[in-house]
């Protein structure tokens, strides 16, 4: 590849830059951001070679979106407006399902895979981006049989390269699965940060009580409020869903606590505890 | 010291005895647990030397208690009955109002020093014990005053020596305290362990979705549930109330995505973000 686009300079974009650079140590790597600030930092860093504008897309081999996903819904019928017949483009974003839908009709549909790379970090921004984020992770891609297939190759190979392992799904299943597994654990994070903010706001040692155990809990709640309230808006309804059963469920511990059922309380914990085997394997 | 009993082979209790052979290499490590299993296991693996029984402790230097607080509330006053002048008692338990009022009275009380090392790992059981698990970490005594000052300076030495960082605190407002920045922690992840796999139980593969963010959050769902069922028993009123605050929060948050308040969600995360700052120095 020759001329690569990055739209979208944060974590997600710059992190896919750097390994970029590794796999394509060739290729000039253009950065488009709609913040300037951000634009500097990334040349600074040395992830991207040159600013660009989506104007100058049309010769690009690939372009990569990396943006908010209620953004991306907006910029990616314009970005495949831009670019020229070989021109593969892959967002990045969270959620699938409005994505898809967005450029169901678009002319230049076979020109555009959708994918999401489960891999992030609880830090966001250009000085967030590092090498080998994407190593060891698994990226969903959907719909892949609306891709060309010469094109898809290019990226698949590329992904592969960079260690992913590649799976398959619907974005409708996507959108309703990864509610679960991601978008509730920050949820449950966020609102863990606050209650405990909430109750000891006055006493400032008191923190000093807190453990590992409390820091990995609530350590995606240092996650970035902009994307995460695009990921939430987007996939509003399974993410309501998901917190409803959650809710629900912490409703029943409460009330064996308060019936003082320990039996209870015990089995649910160790009807849990395989979540062990389950983690297995992820980092 | 000379002669020191553990009482409880299991994380704590062997993670401690790890450390002591460090400090103390001279000494004896007797170790004493309900389980046969778990004394063979602690002779196998090396960290007591000896097998023993709680009429053996008349000589101790140093008795640590590592035991579920439920049970511990009963052993201590026994514990107390067989010690000889010289003794120091220390427990380990994660709460500390039940078991400072069962001995309040106690003849011995002096020879008893309330802890809480704020350490620990999602493992259980000897082989779970590590050397180092206290390094770093807050030990937080309770009532330091009521034990002997002559025994006390004995173990808090001992303490600083493995690298704990010593607080004080009464144990009313310890338990109160711990319910927001360990114990909620605890019943968050296993909940939302559950909500995870109940709704995932069918789709054996859809762990493959499941990034380090999710691993994290849940990472407490693997603790024991035997001592943590005895953690919410002893400390019930405060976790109920740590529980209601949480639920309310969280059934907030769903409001304002039911009503599409996205900046109110945005909000609520950004003012949460500065758990960054507060989480500095938490390992």
Known sequence: ?????????GLIGGSFARDLREQEPAATIYGIDASESHVTEALSLGFIDKSAVLEDIKAADLVVLAIPVDVAIHVLPDVLNHIGDDTIVVDMGSTKQAICEVVSSHPRRRNFLACHPIAGTEFSGPSAAITGLYNGKTNII???????????????????????RIRYMDPVSHDKHIAYVSHLSHISAFMLGKTVIQKEKNERDIFDMAGSGFASTVRLAKSNPVTWT?????????????????????????????NDDFQGVHDEMENTNHIKEILNGIK
């Open 230 to 258: 695009s990921i939430f808006k987007e996939n509003k309804e399974n993410v309501l869903e998901t917190l409803t059963e959650y809710i629900a469920n912490l409703n029943d511990f409460k009330t064996l606590l308060e």
């Open 142 to 164: 959907c719909e892949v049989e609306k891709t060309a297939f010469k094109l898809q190759e290019k990226v698949l190979d590329l992904f592969k390269n960079m260690g992913m």
């Open 1 to 9: 590849m020759k001329d690569i686009y990055i739209i979208g300079l």
